[in-house]
């Protein structure tokens, strides 16, 4: 199992605090069977430089090298204009592919200016954005019209499985991967009290509601976005990973 978007790396956010914090972290993905775990510390790019987050993530990295799951970095980036004065967005991605975890700053309303940005991370860096966590926006988690205008641009969709076991988001959220709106998943886990990685309970739900191919086809979506020969020259990415049945407009 791959788990797409985590807080492991310690003091680096408000995700783990300390070093035996991470591993027990990486210990408790490992009981649940994930082997991969993309590493997705926040970067605000009003708050300090790319230089430097770069740095104290390969410190945090280090940290934990002797983890069971195999740990890739990343990066969960806020959209702001300062992260438009970089001249190149990819050390932020997903190691060595060109996919990005970008999260927006309103959960409440959606702002259009949004799109604009996207539209430049795709057309002028060569990025592919995925957006996190889409359940914990209102706005997308009830229109369609925009998670397809997303998903046309070229972005992936990111579902915190904490959505599948809430009972407020839980129906909506199994309806969007049915309907094939969600193309990843991740627990974005930041500690083991209150947000815990919980994929395993996750998987249950899915395997229960939807059925085993739909669990599969979003690990092999998971797996296609963190192999390193699947970085793309074009941004298209709905073409690229192939097992996303495209959303008929
Ligand atoms: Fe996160």
Redesign the pocket.
């Given at each position: 199992m791959i788990d797409m978007?985590?807080?492991i790396l310690p003091g680096i956010d408000d995700?783990a605090t300390t070093q035996e914090e991470a591993i027990m972290l990486t210990e408790y993905l490992h009981r649940q069977q994930v082997t991969q775990a993309v590493c997705?510390p926040?970067f605000y790019p009003m708050e300090g430089t790319m230089e430097d987050f770069l740095l104290s993530r390969s410190k945090a990295m280090e940290a934990v090298n002797h983890s069971k799951v195999h740990l890739i970095a990343g990066s969960?980036t806020y959209l702001h204009k300062y992260l438009f004065h970089y001249t190149d967005l990819r050390p932020l991605c997903i190691e060595n592919t060109n996919y990005l975890?970008v999260?927006f700053p309103d959960m409440k309303v959606w702002n259009m200016e949004y799109m604009n940005e996207l539209e430049e991370i795709i057309g002028y860096y060569n990025i592919n954005p995925i957006i996190?966590?889409i359940d914990r926006y209102k706005p997308l988690m009830r229109s369609r019209k925009l998670l397809k205008e997303l998903k046309l641009k070229g972005c992936l969709l990111q579902l915190?499985t904490s959505a599948l076991s809430d009972s407020g988001t839980k129906r909506r959220a199994l309806r969007l991967i049915e309907e094939g709106y969600v193309d990843l998943l991740?627990s974005?886990c930041?500690n083991l009290s209150y947000r815990p990685p919980n994929i395993k309970e996750a998987r249950k739900i899915i395997f229960h509601k939807l059925g085993e191919d739909t669990w599969d086809r979003l690990m092999i979506n998971a797996k296609k976005v963190i192999e390193p020969k699947n970085i793309l020259e074009s941004p298209k990415i709905i073409e690229a990973v192939t097992v996303i049945e495209p959303i008929k407009v």
């Open positions: 978007h985590t807080h995700g997705t926040h969960e975890l999260e996190a966590h915190n991740g974005d930041h």
